[in-house]
């Protein structure tokens, strides 16, 4: 298991940036795979990007590709999620999320660990 904590989440205008990090804590996971996934309301939780403490290429979905970069810093164990050109579409929650070992999904059932969220909101 791992304990994860959001933040950096807030208020921007549209085409602006934004920075989410992903605290984790009591990590009994060696190798794992965090992600962000987020929802906005009255739709389905979707994944964003994912990213793996070994040696993988990260994944994006379609709808960040190009705007979004996620990374890490293992001496921190904390995963950032940057987000440029932002528009009202990307306005939802943004959880983080971890899964034991290398996972190649942004299929939420995969992830076991999940944090409380931080809210995005995108204005024109």
């Known amino acids: 298991q791992v304990q994860l904590v959001e933040s950096g989440g807030g208020s921007v205008q549209v085409g602006g940036s934004l920075t989410l990090s992903c605290a984790a804590s009591a990590s009994t996971y060696s190798e794992y795979t965090t992600a962000w996934f987020r929802q906005a309301p009255g739709k389905q939780r979707e994944g964003v990007a994912l990213i793996y403490t070994g040696n993988m290429s990260p994944i994006y979905a379609d709808s960040v590709k190009g705007r979004f970069t996620i990374s890490q810093d293992k001496a921190k164990k904390t995963v950032y999620l940057q987000m440029n050109s932002l528009s009202p579409a990307d306005t939802a929650m943004y959880f983080c999320?971890?899964?034991?070992?290398?996972?190649?999904?942004?299929?939420?059932?995969?992830?076991?660990?999940w944090g409380q969220g931080t809210q995005v909101t995108v204005s024109s």
């Open positions: 999320a971890a899964a034991k070992g290398w996972v190649p999904s942004l299929q939420r059932d995969w992830y076991s660990d």
